[in-house]
């Protein structure tokens, strides 16, 4: 898979894609991270990428030509058809689905905004969508596109150990928050590890986990559970959690 990264600060994307997992499977030739500055693109002694906001106001905004050009180049460098996509705090909210979805397209030109924001005209003509990673305002589009050509790259085949490609089939797709893990020592001045974890009964190890793991999205986001379609054995397991943590919040594995 191919990106190619629009922005004032190219570099900054590649270096922090450099490492870890999308570092390795740069190496192993599973991507490509391809920076373009519209500086490089910009006409006049002062290549000068913004101006004024119109109607006034404070801030600069990233003029359409610069942009449009790097755009362009980027388009140009590889035949195969690239989604343009604009991170910013207007976009619609950036989810494991979406990661999905853009994990399987051949390429990708990531747009990163500075100052205020980018001329409308610019985004009406080469945009194809519009993300933003949370609600919260970053000081421009580049922490964002790192936070998206991770989680893309990790999904690319062949990016991923086995361990953590078992790890990540083990929650992903399900909707739901992963349970608490532990290791050794087993016992500790913090507390025990939990004894079904020490059974060796696994079907009661598994159950203890997918109760904890629907227990949690209820406890802290609710709202995952309306889209995860539990069973009926996870209903069951959910209110004996809750039955629990009316009794005894911290038993039930949460503090409290
Ligand atoms: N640029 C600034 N804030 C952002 C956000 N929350 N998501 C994506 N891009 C951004």
Same mark, same amino acid.
């Given at each position: 898979m191919r990106f190619d990264i629009v922005s004032l600060f190219p570099g900054f994307v590649a270096q922090l894609a450099a490492h870890g997992v999308v570092g390795r499977a740069g190496e192993r030739g599973l991507l490509s991270i391809n920076g373009w500055n519209p500086r490089d693109f910009a006409e006049g002694?002062? @290549?000068?990428?913004d101006d004024r906001p119109c109607g006034g106001g404070p801030g600069m905004v990233m003029m359409v030509d610069p942009l449009r050009a790097a755009i362009h180049a980027a388009r140009a460098a590889d035949p195969a058809p690239a989604r343009v996509v604009y991170l910013s705090p207007q976009g619609t909210r950036l989810t494991q689905a979406k990661v999905r979805e853009l994990a399987a397209l051949p390429r990708l030109v990531l747009l990163c905004g500075r100052y205020e924001g980018v001329d409308e005209r610019l985004l009406q003509a080469e945009v194809d969508e519009e993300l933003s990673i949370g609600d919260y305002v970053l000081s421009g589009g580049e922490l964002a596109a790192a936070v998206l050509v991770d989680a893309v790259a @990790? *999904?690319? !085949? $062949?990016? *991923?150990n086995d361990a953590e490609s078992a790890l990540q089939d083990?929650?992903? $797709? !399900?909707g739901l928050l992963d349970c608490p893990h532990y290791t050794r020592p087993v016992e500790h001045e913090l507390g025990s590890v939990p004894e079904v974890l020490l059974s060796g009964n696994h079907a009661g190890i598994a159950r203890w986990r997918r109760q904890q793991a629907l227990g949690r999205t209820w406890l802290r @986001?609710? !709202? *995952?559970l309306d889209e995860a379609g539990l069973s009926k054995a996870d209903r069951t397991l959910l209110d004996a959690f809750r039955a629990q943590y009316a009794a005894a919040p911290r038993d039930a594995g949460e503090g409290g």
């Open positions: 002694n002062y @290549r000068r990428v @990790r *999904l690319q !085949d $062949g990016a *991923l083990s929650f992903e $797709g !399900d @986001r609710p !709202d *995952l």
